[in-house]
């Protein structure tokens, strides 16, 4: 709820900043007059193209916060994850901010005529525009220009980046896939789960590790792991078996639906539970400590 509220607040906020803005070019315009205020008399033509600019974008601003809800709202019943939700509308989100910036230039070029400094003044700001709006595209096409150049690892590797472990599955030029292993489940099984990694993860690298990596290649390249993906994915669940300190660990290995684990796990507890309670040769462990006297030497315990 209180994330929901601070979306609505700061989408009002927007929408409020807008109209406030556009409420005073239009006094300072003599478009609006408000009985018994003197209306101030402004040159707004002295502003040039800007005072069309900065509605435009405060607008631009305002309109996809108040988009932004709707839009899930309405993907809601279409599309399962909130992920792939947040995903389109940051497509529309470009979408929209590239047109909004086609139009800045538009506006400064109209005003400016032949002026060059006009011209230049809006080859600046369409340039802004489209590295602000495809910055992270750009990002990721330069990660992924690394990984082509340096080899890093290819189809059917198993890498481990940005806290992910996994199979290579995919690469893009915008991400990467990862069929994930290990985790919580036991041994190196697979989750079930397929990860996506923008590649200015890889830019970012380059940056910091690249020079020890190269320098260390030959050892690194010793420590990796290549391994086919074997496409496999166990029809039925298995237990996985292992030794505990003082106990023998039964690890219990099922795939389903990520948003409806917890009421999977559940149904499964409830089961194991029932199974056991009706096995008279299987009672759960406790702590507790019991001592065996031998047959020569009884012993009594006062607890």
Not at 53 to 63: E, F, G, M, R, S
Not at 201 to 215: G, K
Not at 270 to 289: C, D, N, Q, W
Request: net charge positive.
């Amino acid at each position: 709820m209180r994330v929901a509220a601070w979306r609505q607040a700061r989408a009002l906020l927007w929408v409020g900043m807008t109209l406030v803005l556009l409420l005073a070019l239009f006094i300072f315009a003599g478009v609006v007059t408000i009985p018994g205020i003197p209306t101030p008399r402004v040159d707004l033509s002295s502003l040039g193209p800007w005072v069309y600019i900065l509605p435009l974008l405060l607008a631009t601003k305002a309109l996809l916060e108040v988009l932004r809800p709707v839009f899930r709202a309405a993907l809601r019943t279409h599309v399962r994850y909130e992920a792939d939700i947040f995903a389109h509308f940051q497509i529309v989100s470009y979408v929209v901010w590239g047109t909004a910036f086609a139009l800045v230039a538009y506006v400064l070029v109209e005003n400016g005529g032949q002026d060059l400094a006009y011209l230049g003044t809006a080859f600046v700001v369409a340039s802004a525009a489209l590295i602000f709006v495809m910055q992270e595209p750009l990002l990721n096409l330069v990660g992924w220009l690394v990984l082509i150049a340096m080899g890093l690892y290819k189809l059917g590797d198993r890498i481990e980046m940005n806290q992910a472990r996994g199979y290579v599955v995919d690469i893009t030029p915008m991400n990467t896939t990862l069929r994930e292993v290990g985790g919580l489940l036991y041994g190196d099984s697979f989750t079930g789960r397929y990860v996506t990694i923008p590649k200015l993860l890889l830019e970012s690298a380059e940056d910091i590790v690249a020079p020890m990596m190269r320098e260390n290649r030959a050892h690194l390249r010793s420590k990796y792991e290549f391994a086919d993906l074997a496409d496999y994915i166990a029809e039925e669940p298995k237990v996985g078996w292992g030794l505990g300190a003082s106990s023998v660990d039964l690890t219990l290995v099922y795939f389903c639906p990520v948003f409806a684990k917890g009421a999977y796990r559940t149904r499964l507890v409830k089961r194991i539970l029932e199974k056991f309670s009706g096995e008279t040769r299987v009672a759960f462990a406790y702590p507790h400590m019991q001592m065996v006297p031998s047959a020569d030497k009884k012993v009594s315990v006062v607890r």
